[in-house]
């Protein structure tokens, strides 16, 4: 397919869900701005394709056996080559578990990519989410005793975590600005390179850590994995304000960033990898390096 014949695909599908969830409430279009450059382009106002592609919100109730009503929320973003390619759709419900809301997540994937590759598919997962969330909502309810069981445990000693991920290549711009929000948002520190190899290292509560993951990893990619992690068990005997002191001395990054070294190749989208050694080495971590490419910086 084309550019335009992308645009002309992504517009003919919202307005298909606009005519079927007329109000805000169901349909909540959240960059306005890229529907409007997504419509001129498509209808010839100007030639040049839109910079971004729109994002919304698909807010549904849906019933289970135990609770009517239930609040489930499917967030999508277009990538540009949509429906080439799949679009990045994440899936949100507070009656389910981290877990279970992963387990959704991986298996609206794995539909997707069997039965919707290079077709428009947003209603057929708006679709598969109403016909199919109850089963994990109410596998979420049948273990609620246990969990209120576990609950009167003593609870496990807080952790500080750093995860080291690596990714065949970070190109979308959606993904890289996920990274970047998700990872403020959850207190994380880090860095996250784009290009091909991509690498992403957050740090910080270990909760934190696992929900940033959860997260990442149910989106669209080629190849992504944990290449290393190191899990640093705090001081439980002290007070909390005592634990952010120690979590905060254990950080080797101050806030998030998204790290560029000297750009190139036809696209450039490879790093300079002598720099990257240069930066982790400022920070303590020259070690990783081995880790990721399997030989010794310099």
């Known amino acids: ?27 909540d279009i959240t960059d306005q701005l890229a529907l409007a450059e997504l419509r001129d382009y498509v209808e010839g106002s100007t030639e040049t394709p839109p910079p971004s592609r729109p994002r919304f919100l698909i807010k549904q109730k849906v019933d289970t056996a135990s609770m009517n009503g239930v609040d489930v929320t499917i967030s999508c973003a277009y990538p540009s080559e949509y429906p080439s390619v799949l679009p990045e759709i994440t899936i949100r419900c507070a009656d389910l578990s981290r877990a279970q809301q992963t387990q959704l997540q991986s298996d609206l994937n794995a539909y997707l990519m069997e039965n919707c590759q290079g077709e428009v598919c947003v209603l057929s997962a708006v679709e598969w989410v109403k016909d199919n969330s109850h089963l994990y909502i109410n596998k979420g309810s049948s273990t609620a005793m246990a969990s209120h069981r576990e609950s009167a445990c003593p609870p496990p000693p ?9 990714s065949h290549h970070i190109y979308n711009k959606t993904k890289r600005k996920n990274i970047l929000e998700w990872s403020k948002e959850l207190g994380l520190s880090g860095f996250s390179m784009p290009g091909k190899p991509g690498i992403v290292c957050v740090e910080g509560p270990q909760t934190a850590c696992e929900e940033f993951w959860s997260r990442v990893k149910v989106l669209t990619w080629k190849k992504i994995m944990i290449r290393h992690r190191e ?14 002191e120690n979590m905060d001395s254990l950080r080797k990054f101050t806030g998030f960033e998204e790290a560029m070294f000297d750009p190139h190749g036809n696209r450039g989208n490879h790093m300079d990898l002598g720099q990257l050694y240069h930066f ?19």
């Open 1 to 27: 397919m084309s550019c335009s014949e992308w645009a002309e695909s992504q517009l003919a599908e919202i307005d298909l869900l606009s005519s079927m969830f007329p109000t805000q409430d169901e349909l």
């Open 231 to 244: 899990d640093i068990p705090l001081d439980s005997q002290g007070m909390d304000s005592k634990n952010d």
């Open 280 to 298: 982790l080495t400022e920070k303590g971590c020259c070690d990783v390096f081995q880790i990721y490419f399997g030989i010794e910086g310099r």
């Open 158 to 166: 807080e952790m500080f975590s750093r995860l080291w991920i690596y």
